[in-house]
């Protein structure tokens, strides 16, 4: 069951980045649960969106050890270092389509917790939204959460400032696209002026003016990202109270699609 959950490649990209469990200093104590059957657990978690007290025994790890270290492993920053080390995967084969970057958010329920409130897409149920920048294929280079009232343009800045240096095939790491798509809601002129000053041109709908349907030969690619992540049924509702839990399950997603992309396109 850990097999068919985390196969090999994916243990040979994750393996490495897992901290070690902390030793007790006066030694001793019950020797340490086995790191693959652990982040199995969770990824079966991620995927099947199961609550982590239904964990089947299969992986030989209790819900609480799968849970503790879950939050272990997210406050150690673990699902960030995973998304970067599989972009570089894709980077240094020249996988990675920076001619054009697209931007866009997703509104998901949530029970409780902050990064929450009334959804304006959904009757005002709570809820929160997961935002997202790719590359021209659909890569998710960046990621975040936030209220399901927040403004979509209020969170491209950091979603830019997050695109990690990645790898390249040939010369220095980059981490900035040539061009940015997105649609009439990120209009507003400080943005294509912050955009600008980072060496990448804003190509944004403008209201008023441009056709909505011009913006679809490129909104696809964003919509299919967020697809790949309803695939996974953990994103679909949110259920952690914090924030930052669910925004680990949204950057390990990231990194578990990455990771499947560049499989389906060495293999």
Not at 73 to 93: F, I, N, P, Y
Not at 164 to 190: C, N, Q, T, V
Request: charged fraction near 25%; include cysteine; aromatic fraction near 8%.
């Amino acid at each position: 069951m850990i097999l068919q959950w985390v196969p090999d490649e994916l243990w040979s990209l994750a393996g490495p980045l897992i901290p070690p469990p902390p030793r007790r200093p006066q030694g001793g104590g019950t020797p340490p649960i086995d790191a693959r059957a652990v982040f199995a657990a969770i990824v079966y978690v991620l995927t099947t969106g199961c609550a982590w007290r239904h964990l089947p025994p299969g992986f030989g790890v209790s819900k609480a050890t799968a849970h503790r270290r879950f939050v272990a492993w997210t406050r150690a920053g673990l699902w960030r270092r995973l998304h970067v080390a599989a972009l570089d995967q894709l980077g240094a084969k020249g996988l990675i389509d920076w001619s054009r970057a697209t931007a866009d958010a997703a509104s998901v329920r949530a029970k409780k917790g902050a990064l929450t409130g009334p959804s304006p897409v959904d009757r005002g149920k709570t809820g929160s939204k997961i935002h997202a920048l790719s590359d021209r294929n659909g890569l998710p280079l960046s990621v975040g959460v936030s209220a399901a009232n927040t403004h979509d343009s209020r969170c491209l800045e950091s979603l830019v400032q997050a695109i990690p240096a990645i790898r390249s095939r040939r010369g220095p790491r980059r981490r900035r696209p040539d061009k940015l798509h997105a649609d009439k809601g990120y209009d507003y002129p400080h943005l294509r002026r912050m955009l600008r000053a980072r060496g990448i041109r804003p190509r944004i709908a403008r209201r008023g003016i441009e056709s909505p349907n011009r913006l679809g030969r490129h909104r696809w690619v964003i919509e299919r990202t967020f697809a790949w992540f309803t695939g996974y049924r953990r994103l679909t509702i949110r259920y952690e109270r914090d924030p930052g839990l669910y925004c680990a399950f949204v950057t390990l997603a990231a990194a578990l699609t990455c990771h499947k992309r560049y499989l389906k396109l060495t293999t």
